[in-house]
């Protein structure tokens, strides 16, 4: 018999659970296929999305890798999901490309391994962008050095990340070499996810994981290392240690989302300098009495890491600016809905009233 707790329910979501207006039984989504999910429950195994729930307007609310849904079976048999708990610890993004919205990758994840592979891919914004992410929801993040093989210097990696203060962890995905490391940071019940770019060995480190070869990996060919994915959709997998995890296809471009004042919150070093500098208006470049720029100076502040700052900054403000005009654009077009609907009673109560004469 499944128990629910041993995929990761406990109080918080049995809170949910009492705080909704529930329908059927509570379950965990393993994996999504767009219209449908497959489920954890003691009853049933899939089931589609209510019209509602599966309606493009509701995106957000669509039940993702991870999600507690309310899943109920109709009469003629079908299980359907009507609608998803409120998430702790979201893994999201804004949709890649020029569009502005907001995507989940996976609900209720409590630690997350960012993958880096110790070669030419290896990026030190891409990890601080992801590191951004997390925090913003709440995700405790593990950095992992993978490819060991790759260099002979790991040292000169470690060195470069180490001002972050976060777990790092070194392996082979090849021997397995490091995979405990991973293994005892994921508690039983807890959910963990595995992120990074494409080609970091994901899958490998997560068939190591699970002493099985459950997911498809790929040599990354040179020619043509982008935008192909060995991994195209997510699923959650039982460790043996009890714990669960996350394997996500390579996300390349991780558009940011969240707030300004979140970033600000992140990288509070710099922060606490602008709130020094002599003007409010400061740009800090040449500006008179600029603190980001004394510290520049005497190598207090790394010069990479306010250009990372920088340039995240301009990202959310781009985004920021992108959601209040699709907000106006949502208004504008309620507003003309409801000029419409007025206009129909008074036709329609006009007929009525031609019907009556
Ligand atoms: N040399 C070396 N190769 C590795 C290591 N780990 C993984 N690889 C190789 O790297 C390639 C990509 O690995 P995958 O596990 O498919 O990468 P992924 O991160 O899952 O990629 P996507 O699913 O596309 O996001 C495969 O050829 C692996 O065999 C390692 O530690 N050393
Ligand atoms: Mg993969
Ligand atoms: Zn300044």
Redesign the pocket.
């Known amino acids: 018999m499944i128990s629910l707790q041993n995929f990761g329910w406990n109080d918080y979501f049995a809170q949910q659970w009492q705080d909704v207006q529930v329908a059927g039984v509570p379950a965990r989504v393993v994996a999504d296929f767009g219209t449908s999910v497959r489920l954890v429950t003691p009853e049933v195994v899939t089931a589609e999305l209510s019209g509602k729930l599966a309606h493009y307007t509701n995106r957000e609310h669509a039940p993702k890798v991870g999600d507690w849904v309310d899943v109920t079976i109709t009469d003629n048999g079908n299980a359907v999901v009507t609608q998803t708990l409120p998430r702790r610890g979201e893994i999201a993004r804004n949709v890649a490309g020029k569009r502005t919205r907001k995507q989940i990758i996976a609900a209720n994840v409590d630690i997350a391994f960012v993958?880096l592979a110790m070669d030419d891919d290896f990026s030190i914004e891409r990890l601080q962008r992801f590191l951004y992410q997390l925090s913003v929801n709440h995700v405790e993040p593990v950095i992992v050095l993978?490819?060991?093989?790759?260099t002979d210097d790991v040292d000169s990696f470690i060195q470069q990340i180490k001002s972050l203060q976060l777990p790092i962890i070194v392996?082979?995905?090849?021997t397995g070499d490091g995979v405990q490391d991973i293994i005892d940071h994921i508690r039983p019940a807890a959910t963990a996810i595995l992120l990074?770019?494409?080609?970091?060995?994901?899958?490998?480190?997560t068939n190591k994981l699970l002493g099985r070869e459950a997911?498809a990996?790929?040599?990354?060919r040179e020619s043509d290392s982008s935008g192909?994915?060995?991994?195209v959709h997510r699923e959650l997998f039982m460790l043996p240690n009890g714990g669960m995890l996350i394997?996500s296809?390579?996300i390349r471009e991780l558009q940011l989302w969240g707030t300004e004042q979140e970033l600000d919150e992140k990288f509070d070093d710099i922060y606490q300098l602008i709130a020094q500098c002599k003007f409010a208006s400061c740009k800090h470049r040449t500006d008179e009495g600029c603190a980001v720029r004394a510290a520049l100076n005497n190598e207090t502040l790394d010069e990479g890491h306010f250009e990372r700052y920088k340039k995240m900054k301009k990202e959310l403000v781009t985004l920021k600016k992108r959601n209040d005009a699709n907000e106006k654009y949502k208004n504008k077009r309620s507003k003309k809905k409801l000029a419409r609907s007025a206009k129909d009673v008074i036709r329609s109560e006009r007929d009525s009233n031609r019907i009556r004469v």
Do not use: F, M, W
């Open positions: 993958i993978n490819k060991a093989d790759k392996t082979n995905g090849l990074g770019s494409s080609g970091v060995g994901k899958s490998t480190l997911q990996t790929q040599e990354v192909r994915h060995t991994t394997d296809p390579g």
